[in-house]
């Protein structure tokens, strides 16, 4: 019913940037919070940033300061900038909505497919 599809990763070396992008479509009456998570090989996933509908974010400690979470509510868009990336970045980056669906009134949570950052020492 609803697809989140992410965009932007890639291989970068340390000290570089990258802004990643997640776009939903689908039945979509309003989004809520929406959030980027990462999943390093062998770890559990994590809460990198996530972003209300009045644009309030919060943000990991290991990303405070260097990562910005973003939104455009008319795009159903959320974005990360990335800057001064870190080996210990590099994990699978994926999208997150909090999304009430046309004719509902709850919310269900929806995950992009994910996108791969690398980043080289």
């Known amino acids: 019913q609803v697809r989140l599809v992410e965009s932007g990763g890639g291989l970068v070396q340390a000290g570089g940037s990258l802004r990643l992008s997640c776009a939903a479509s689908?039945?979509?009456?309003?989004?809520?919070?929406m959030g980027w998570y990462r999943q390093a090989p062998g770890k559990q996933r994590e809460l990198v940033a996530t972003?209300?509908?009045?644009?309030?974010?919060k943000y990991a400690d290991s990303v405070k300061g260097r990562f910005t979470i973003s939104r455009d509510n008319a795009k159903n868009a959320v974005y990360l900038q990335m800057n001064s990336l870190k080996p210990e970045d590099t994990a699978v980056y994926y999208c997150?909505?909090?999304?009430?669906?046309?004719?509902?009134?709850?919310?269900?949570?929806?995950w992009g497919q994910g996108t791969q950052v690398t980043v080289s020492s």
């Open positions: 689908g039945s979509i009456s309003k989004i809520n919070d």
């Open positions: 997150n909505a909090d999304v009430v669906n046309i004719g509902s009134y709850l919310s269900y949570g929806y």
């Open positions: 972003i209300t509908s009045l644009g309030s974010s």
